[in-house]
C-alpha cells in the first residue's frame, strides 16, 4: 500500500521506505499481489477515518521535503480518484446487469416506449444505465427530434448528432427558442423572441445572456440544419414537420437549402427568423408540394412587404394540399391574400393576426362555391387596417348561410377597427352589425371582437352577449418594436398590387377566378 502511495525522486535527510526500486517492484508485481494489496486497502474502508488520517499524517512526515509532501499528496489523490471512478465503471455495470434480469419489457418495447418520449427525457434515460442507452441509440427513439429551449443552450453539434442518430427515420425537428408557452388559437401569443431582450422572457439577467452569446457551444447558427441535406439528403427526405423558432443566425440560403432537401414535408413553422417572406414562399412552392401546414410569423412586425401576387400564384398551383395558412406580422394586401384564400380550395385555417394593410375587402364573396367554403377558423386578429364595415360584411354573410363550416372567428383590435372613410378613426364595437342575432344564429360559432372600450387601454372585460366566448387580450404580450411599428404605420392600407401584369387583380365583388385550381 505505501509502495502505491509515494516513489520520492530523491532521497530525504531522514531515512525513507520508498525508493525507485520499490516503484519498479511495484510495477512488476503479479495479478495476485495486486489483487491482494488492493483488497487489504478497500478492508481500510471500515477503519475509522481518524487513523487513516493520522496514518497518512505520518507517511507526510516521513518526507520533510515539500516537494516530497506535494508528491505524496497528488498520488493519493489520483489514487482515491481511480478508485471511485472504478467503483462507479463497476456499479453501473452491475445496475445494468441487474436491469437486463428484471426490466420487464424486451429491447424491441423498449425502443417502441423510448421513441414515445420527449428528446430531453430521453437523453435522461440514456445516461441512467448502459442498458437503456443501448436501447436510446436506436434510430426509432430520434423520429420526433424537439430541442427548443427557452434560452440559448443547444449548439450545431448537438442537432448533428440527433439527426444522425435518427437517420432516415427523422419525422419531426423542431429547433431553436420559444419564449413561452401558448395559448387558444384565437389569441396566441406572439412567439418572436430575440436574444436581446430575452431577460423579459426568463429569469437569466442581460449579463448571463451576453455572456452566452459569445459562447459557440450555446448558439445555433445557419448551418445547423446542414445534416438534414447531408448524406445525399438522407436525414430529410422523409422529414414530415420542420419547426423553428427564433435562429438568429439564420439565412435565407441556409433555410431554402434545408427545405429542398425536406420534398415530404407536410407541416412548416417559422417564427422570428430573419428571412423574407417572398423568397421562403418560392422555396416552399419549389419544394414541398405535399405541404399541408404553413406558420409564419415574421420576426419585423409590418416591415416585410415583399410578398408578390405571381409567388401567390405558384404557391397555390403547386402545394395544392394546403389546409392551414399562417401568415402573422407582415405587410399583406388584399389582392394577394384574397389569392390565397381562394386558390387554396382544401383551406380550413387561416390566421393572419397582425398583418399590415389587410382591410378586410378579400372577405368579399367568401364562403360560397368560389373559395373559403371550407374554412373553419379564420383569425385576423390585431390587424391595424381592418375595417368595420368589411367586418360586418362578413357576419352579414354567415347570417345568410355561408361560411357553413365556420367555428372560430377572431376580429379584435386592440386600438379598435378601421372606419370606412379614414382608417384613423377607430370603431370599437360592432355597431353596424346585430352581434346577438349572429349568435343566436350560429350558436356553434365561437366568435372573438374585443376592443378598448373608446379608445382607451383594453380591458378583461367585454360588453358582448353573454354567448360571446371572449378572452383577455393584453397588449403587453407583443414586443416592443412591434408596438412603434404597428403605431407607426401611415398608409392606407388600401394600397393594391403593383405587380407587373397583375394591375385586373383589383378587389371587386364580381372578381374572377382565374387560378384554374
Given at each position: 500500500?505505501?509502495?502505491?502511495?509515494?516513489?520520492?525522486?530523491?532521497?530525504?535527510?531522514?531515512?525513507?521506505?520508498?525508493?525507485?526500486?520499490?516503484?519498479?517492484?511495484?510495477?512488476?508485481?503479479?495479478?495476485?499481489?495486486?489483487?491482494?494489496?488492493?483488497?487489504?486497502?478497500?478492508?481500510?474502508?471500515?477503519?475509522?477515518?481518524?487513523?487513516?488520517?493520522?496514518?497518512?499524517?505520518?507517511?507526510?512526515?516521513?518526507?520533510?521535503?515539500?516537494?516530497?509532501?506535494?508528491?505524496?499528496?497528488?498520488?493519493?489523490?489520483?489514487?482515491?480518484?481511480?478508485?471511485?471512478?472504478?467503483?462507479?465503471?463497476?456499479?453501473?455495470?452491475?445496475?445494468?446487469?441487474?436491469?437486463?434480469?428484471?426490466?420487464?419489457?424486451?429491447?424491441?418495447?423498449?425502443?417502441?416506449?423510448?421513441?414515445?418520449?420527449?428528446?430531453?427525457?430521453?437523453?435522461?434515460?440514456?445516461?441512467?444505465?448502459?442498458?437503456?442507452?443501448?436501447?436510446?441509440?436506436?434510430?426509432?427513439?430520434?423520429?420526433?427530434?424537439?430541442?427548443?429551449?427557452?434560452?440559448?443552450?443547444?449548439?450545431?453539434?448537438?442537432?448533428?448528432?440527433?439527426?444522425?442518430?435518427?437517420?432516415?427515420?427523422?419525422?419531426?425537428?423542431?429547433?431553436?427558442?420559444?419564449?413561452?408557452?401558448?395559448?387558444?388559437?384565437?389569441?396566441?401569443?406572439?412567439?418572436?423572441?430575440?436574444?436581446?431582450?430575452?431577460?423579459?422572457?426568463?429569469?437569466?439577467?442581460?449579463?448571463?445572456?451576453?455572456?452566452?452569446?459569445?459562447?459557440?457551444?450555446?448558439?445555433?447558427?445557419?448551418?445547423?440544419?446542414?445534416?438534414?441535406?447531408?448524406?445525399?439528403?438522407?436525414?430529410?427526405?422523409?422529414?414530415?414537420?420542420?419547426?423553428?423558432?427564433?435562429?438568429?443566425?439564420?439565412?435565407?440560403?441556409?433555410?431554402?437549402?434545408?427545405?429542398?432537401?425536406?420534398?415530404?414535408?407536410?407541416?412548416?413553422?417559422?417564427?422570428?427568423?430573419?428571412?423574407?417572406l417572398r423568397q421562403t414562399l418560392v422555396s416552399v412552392s419549389t419544394s414541398c408540394p405535399l405541404i399541408e401546414r404553413l406558420y409564419f410569423e415574421s420576426s419585423k412586425t409590418g416591415r416585410?412587404?415583399?410578398?408578390?401576387?405571381?409567388?401567390?400564384?405558384?404557391?397555390?398551383?403547386?402545394?395544392?394540399?394546403?389546409?392551414?395558412?399562417?401568415?402573422?406580422?407582415?405587410?399583406?394586401?388584399?389582392?394577394?391574400?384574397?389569392?390565397?384564400?381562394?386558390?387554396?380550395?382544401?383551406?380550413?385555417?387561416?390566421?393572419?393576426?397582425?398583418?399590415?394593410?389587410?382591410?378586410?375587402?378579400?372577405?368579399?364573396?367568401?364562403?360560397?362555391?368560389?373559395?373559403?367554403?371550407?374554412?373553419?377558423?379564420?383569425?385576423?386578429?390585431?390587424?391595424?387596417?381592418?375595417?368595420?364595415?368589411?367586418?360586418?360584411?362578413l357576419l352579414a354573410a354567415v347570417l345568410t348561410g355561408d361560411f357553413k363550416f365556420l367555428r372560430h372567428l377572431d376580429v379584435s383590435n386592440r386600438e379598435g377597427l378601421a372606419s370606412e372613410?379614414?382608417?384613423?378613426?377607430?370603431?370599437?364595437?360592432?355597431?353596424?352589425?346585430?352581434?346577438?342575432?349572429?349568435?343566436?344564429?350560429?350558436?356553434?360559432?365561437?366568435?372573438?371582437?374585443?376592443?378598448?372600450?373608446?379608445?382607451?387601454?383594453?380591458?378583461?372585460?367585454?360588453?358582448?352577449?353573454?354567448?360571446?366566448?371572449?378572452?383577455?387580450?393584453?397588449?403587453?404580450?407583443?414586443?416592443?418594436?412591434?408596438?412603434?411599428?404597428?403605431?407607426?404605420?401611415?398608409?392606407?392600407?388600401?394600397?393594391?398590387?403593383?405587380?407587373?401584369?397583375?394591375?385586373?387583380?383589383?378587389?371587386?365583388?364580381?372578381?374572377?377566378?382565374?387560378?384554374?385550381?
Amino acid at each position: 500500500m505505501d509502495t502505491l502511495l509515494h516513489t520520492p525522486t530523491s532521497m530525504a535527510k531522514r531515512p525513507c521506505p520508498f525508493s525507485s526500486a520499490t516503484a519498479t517492484t511495484a510495477a512488476t508485481m503479479s495479478h495476485n499481489q495486486v489483487d491482494n494489496l488492493l483488497q487489504t486497502f478497500l478492508d481500510l474502508a471500515d477503519s475509522p477515518s481518524l487513523s487513516i488520517d493520522l496514518s497518512f499524517e505520518r507517511l507526510l512526515d516521513l518526507s520533510p521535503r515539500d516537494s516530497d509532501q506535494s508528491l505524496l499528496i497528488d498520488r493519493a489523490l489520483k489514487l482515491g480518484s481511480i478508485l471511485v471512478e472504478a467503483g462507479k465503471r463497476s456499479s453501473r455495470k452491475r445496475s445494468t446487469q441487474h436491469n437486463s434480469l428484471f426490466w420487464a419489457l424486451p429491447p424491441d418495447l423498449t425502443i417502441k416506449v423510448f421513441s414515445m418520449l420527449d428528446t430531453q427525457s430521453l437523453c435522461y434515460a440514456a445516461a441512467s444505465c448502459s442498458m437503456f442507452h443501448k436501447c436510446a441509440m436506436d434510430p426509432l427513439c430520434y423520429a420526433n427530434i424537439d430541442l427548443t429551449t427557452v434560452v440559448p443552450k443547444v449548439n450545431n453539434a448537438v442537432v448533428s448528432t440527433m439527426i444522425q442518430r435518427a437517420g432516415k427515420s427523422l419525422q419531426s425537428l423542431k429547433l431553436g427558442i420559444v419564449p413561452g408557452p401558448t395559448s387558444s388559437p384565437g389569441s396566441r401569443e406572439a412567439l418572436v423572441y430575440s436574444i436581446r431582450n430575452s431577460v423579459d422572457v426568463s429569469n437569466f439577467s442581460w449579463n448571463e445572456k451576453r455572456t452566452r452569446q459569445g459562447k459557440e457551444s450555446s448558439i445555433l447558427s445557419r448551418s445547423c440544419l446542414y445534416p438534414l441535406s447531408g448524406d445525399t439528403g438522407a436525414a430529410g427526405t422523409l422529414l414530415r414537420r420542420l419547426h423553428l423558432y427564433n435562429i438568429e443566425r439564420m439565412d435565407i440560403a441556409s433555410l431554402c437549402g434545408a427545405l429542398s432537401a425536406c420534398p415530404s414535408l407536410f407541416d412548416l413553422e417559422i417564427v422570428g427568423l430573419h428571412v423574407e417572406l417572398r423568397q421562403t414562399l418560392v422555396s416552399v412552392s419549389t419544394s414541398c408540394p405535399l405541404i399541408e401546414r404553413l406558420y409564419f410569423e415574421s420576426s419585423k412586425t409590418g416591415r416585410d412587404e415583399s410578398l408578390k401576387s405571381p409567388t401567390c400564384v405558384d404557391l397555390v398551383n403547386n402545394c395544392p394540399n394546403l389546409t392551414s395558412l399562417a401568415l402573422r406580422g407582415f405587410k399583406l394586401h388584399d389582392c394577394k391574400v384574397r389569392i390565397l384564400v381562394k386558390g387554396f380550395r382544401k383551406l380550413k385555417y387561416v390566421d393572419f393576426s397582425t398583418s399590415y394593410s389587410i382591410t378586410g375587402n378579400f372577405l368579399r364573396n367568401l364562403g360560397g362555391s368560389t373559395g373559403g367554403s371550407l374554412l373553419e377558423v379564420l383569425i385576423l386578429r390585431d390587424c391595424m387596417h381592418l375595417r368595420e364595415v368589411e367586418v360586418a360584411r362578413l357576419l352579414a354573410a354567415v347570417l345568410t348561410g355561408d361560411f357553413k363550416f365556420l367555428r372560430h372567428l377572431d376580429v379584435s383590435n386592440r386600438e379598435g377597427l378601421a372606419s370606412e372613410g379614414d382608417w384613423y378613426h377607430r370603431c370599437y364595437s360592432l355597431s353596424t352589425i346585430n352581434i346577438k342575432q349572429v349568435l343566436e344564429a350560429r350558436p356553434d360559432i365561437c366568435l372573438l371582437a374585443e376592443f378598448p372600450p373608446d379608445g382607451s387601454e383594453l380591458n378583461s372585460e367585454v360588453s358582448l352577449p353573454s354567448q360571446l366566448s371572449s378572452h383577455t387580450s393584453d397588449g403587453s404580450l407583443f414586443m416592443s418594436t412591434s408596438e412603434s411599428s404597428y403605431n407607426s404605420d401611415q398608409s392606407s392600407g388600401n394600397e393594391e398590387s403593383r405587380d407587373s401584369g397583375y394591375a385586373f387583380l383589383e378587389e371587386s365583388s364580381d372578381e374572377v377566378d382565374f387560378l384554374g385550381v
